[in-house]
Nanobody, 124 residues
Framework: QVQLVESGGGLVQAGGSLRLSCAAS????????LAWFRQAPGKSREFVAG???????YYADSVKGRFTISRDNAKKTVDLQMNSLKPEDTAVYYC??????????????????WGQGTQVTVSS
């Protein structure tokens, strides 16, 4: 079992930065692929960024070059540094964990554990 709690959301102007953090509990954290998803009002939840248990990283095209994902297995955290934010980045951001897999996936249904979400609002 892995429990996930996100923090760091808020309101920021376009062009600004935010850092999201996800704290995990549970003994299998280091065996998990970790990802951030987001869901904007009226839209489906979408993959943003992910990092495998071995450190392979993948970004959605919409955030590539602006967002950076990182993990710290000792602290059991996964962070998302978001720079050059745009109004279209406005969404609830969710941390997710895919337990016991080697290959990172962008498929929402593959993830076993989810946080409660944190709101990010980017004003124009």
């Amino acid at each position: 079992q892995v429990q996930l709690v996100e923090s760091g959301g808020g309101l920021v102007q376009a062009g600004g930065s935010l850092r999201l953090s996800c704290a995990a509990s549970g003994r299998t954290f280091s065996n998990c692929a970790l990802a951030w998803f987001r869901q904007a009002p009226g839209k489906s939840r979408e993959f943003v960024a992910g990092i495998s248990r071995r450190g392979a990283i993948y970004y959605a095209d919409s955030v590539k070059g602006r967002f950076t994902i990182s993990r710290d297995n000792a602290k059991k955290t996964v962070d998302l540094q978001m720079n050059s934010l745009k109004p279209e980045d406005t969404a609830v951001y969710y941390c997710a964990a895919d337990d016991g897999v080697l290959v990172l996936t962008t498929t929402l249904t593959s993830y076993d554990y989810w946080g409660q979400g944190t709101q990010v609002t980017v004003s124009s």
